[in-house]
């Protein structure tokens, strides 16, 4: 098979054509945007003041601005492969079509470590919203029941949530994410920039502090990796839509709120709060102002988690179950009800195993997030341009431009383990440490 060549027509073509029970591609572009919106700024926007802590104000901004150019342009890579290839709707399928030009055995292996992938940092990332769940009803409640019990409680309301088959009913919902999330961290903003009596100066810095070292520097860098972390659920999102063609503008929607949003809750949060900032950041206002931040934040915690939790099964019930998903029967929602379960269990699982919040958002950055947000994108766009790599000045920008992609998911990731492993690893010696009652 050559580069570029299509390998086959839709294996599930008839989802759209009114032959089914369950109608999928249903979203409009701005009902897409939405979606990707609660997705993406949800819990990363709450790490980012604690990063400009960490490596200061004018570095921490840059990363932010740098970080967020690099993730548009390789979203919108992923749209023109999906143009290209419009039966793909998972990494899985993705793989498969750039493995399958070294022949079939290969083709098969990048499919399966393509789905693998996928999946299993869709539960991590499920896993941190179970994390900040306990976090948050932790300040509500002033710790009155074990940690354990509200990781369950989580599990249990995720679950239900993610019941629905479709992510149209989604949609609507993910603009209450967003009201969500944004009173939230607005709140938080006003409460630590208001002049509190008795309160010392607030401390911050334009530079490194003094004595960072390079785990906690890199650190921070994939806490913001992690903010831009929505690239996996891109196909199955313009999977959804009416018209495809329109992912540009629910890109642009999603870019355009969650870079701005990141610059002035980061430098508004870290300017006021300096260093004493917390993560999240919504602990940065006191006691009452928390509680209150961390209320309104509910929403936010469920939708974005539900639509991970969604994007995942979706992809196993049609791995495992492909005849059943358009199905409207007692069988298919049954395997369904059982695939989102044990998914969810399975994050349960991984949320009380770290329990530390940034070093969570790190270990799933370094270890995913570095390759789907930036490196897998420069490997689509020197596939879908072989043999034009140089042809015209544009392209040959490019093609610097995609190399440097595949670079810095390659250096996010192994730096980002190291230092994440070691986070971990620091933590776990001076904290409440893994399935404890006590929070860290």
């Known amino acids: 098979m050559l580069l570029g060549q299509p390998h086959g027509p839709d294996p599930l073509g008839d989802e759209n054509t009114g032959e089914a029970d369950i109608e999928y591609k249903t979203c409009t572009w701005w009902q897409t945007g939405m979606l990707m919106i609660a997705e993406t700024i949800s819990l990363g926007i709450l790490s980012l003041p604690s990063v400009m802590s960490t490596v200061g104000l004018i570095p921490g901004l840059l990363l932010i601005l740098g970080m967020g150019a690099f993730a548009t342009y ?19 399928d993705a793989f498969e079509i750039l493995f399958a030009p070294w022949g079939s055995k290969a083709k098969n292996i990048g499919k399966e470590v393509g789905g693998a992938a996928q999946v299993i940092f869709l539960i991590f990332s499920m896993a941190s919203h179970i994390l900040t769940w306990t976090i948050c009803f932790n300040v509500l409640t002033e710790h009155a029941v074990c940690n354990i019990v509200w ?62 070292t390079f785990q906690q520097a890199f650190l ?98 049609r791995r495992i179950f492909p005849t059943q998903r ?45 390759w789907f947000t930036y490196g897998v994108s420069g490997c689509f766009w020197l596939f879908l341009n072989w043999r034009k790599w140089t042809s015209t000045k544009r392209k040959s920008f490019l093609m610097l431009v995609n190399f440097c992609l595949v670079l810095m998911g390659g250096a996010i990731c192994g730096m980002g383990l190291y230092t994440s492993g070691y986070a971990i690893h620091q933590e776990s010696s001076r904290s409440a440490g893994s399935w404890s009652c006590r929070s860290s």
């Not at 390789?74 to 899985?92: C, D, L, N, R, T």
């Not at 629910?250 to 917390?278: E, F, H, K, N, P």
């Not at 006691?287 to 979706?314: D, E, L, N």
């Open 220 to 317: 921070s860098v994939s806490n913001i990796v992690f903010a831009y972390a929505g690239h996996v659920a891109f196909f199955g999102f313009i999977d959804e839509m009416k018209n495809p063609a329109e992912f540009p503008k629910s890109l642009a929607l999603l870019q355009i709120s969650d870079i701005s949003m990141y610059c002035v809750v980061a430098i508004i949060v870290y300017r006021y709060a300096g260093t004493d900032v917390t993560s999240p950041a919504l602990g940065s206002a006191g006691s009452t102002i928390s509680k209150i931040a961390y209320g309104i934040a509910i929403p936010t915690i469920i939708i974005a988690g539900v639509i991970y939790g969604h994007v995942s099964s979706t992809y196993v019930y």
């Open 326 to 370: 358009t199905k409207n029967t007692w069988t298919a929602w049954f395997l369904w009800a059982g695939i989102t379960m044990i998914l969810w269990t399975i994050a349960w699982i991984i949320a009380e195993s770290i329990p530390e919040f940034n070093d969570m958002l790190a270990l799933v950055s370094s270890l995913f997030a570095s």
């Open 151 to 212: 990781g369950i409680v989580a599990l249990v309301v995720f679950w239900i949530f993610d019941l629905p088959r479709t992510l149209k009913k989604m949609s609507y919902f993910s603009v209450a994410s967003f009201i969500s999330i944004f009173t939230a961290v607005m709140i938080t903003m006003i409460a630590v920039g208001i002049e509190v009596p008795g309160r010392g100066p607030t401390r911050y810095t334009l530079w490194p502090r003094p004595g960072v």
């Open 74 to 92: 390789s979203g919108y890579v992923m749209f023109q492969f999906k143009m290209k290839y419009p039966w793909v709707k998972s990494m899985a």
